[in-house]
């Protein structure tokens, strides 16, 4: 399974929307390495200066930048989702 990566805060709803569809695939809460940037203010900066957004979740696979709960929901529903997450 490739490396999960989310940039996200305690209270955001799309977040949560991505943790369940990672569950709906097999993949557990703690096997997604989570940066909480409202603890970590410092975080935030490093995750819009690689990604260019300011908005949570910010989520990779690998090392793929898929973006927020959207993209992923997209990839989901174009079938990508499932190579992505296998590596």
């Not at 970590?40 to 949570?56: D, K, L, N, W, Y």
């Given at each position: ?25 097999g ?32 989520i ?8 927020g ?19």
């Amino acid at each position: 399974m490739a490396r999960i990566l989310m940039y996200s805060t305690h209270v955001c709803p799309y977040c949560v929307r991505a943790e369940r569809l990672f569950a709906k695939k097999g993949i557990a809460a703690d096997q997604i390495e989570k940066i909480r940037v409202d603890d970590q203010p410092e975080q935030r900066a490093e995750m819009m200066r690689i990604t260019g957004q300011r908005s949570v979740p910010q989520i990779f696979i690998g090392d793929r930048h898929v973006g927020g709960f959207d993209e992923l929901a997209e990839l989901e529903a174009d079938g990508e989702l499932d190579g992505l997450l296998r590596g």
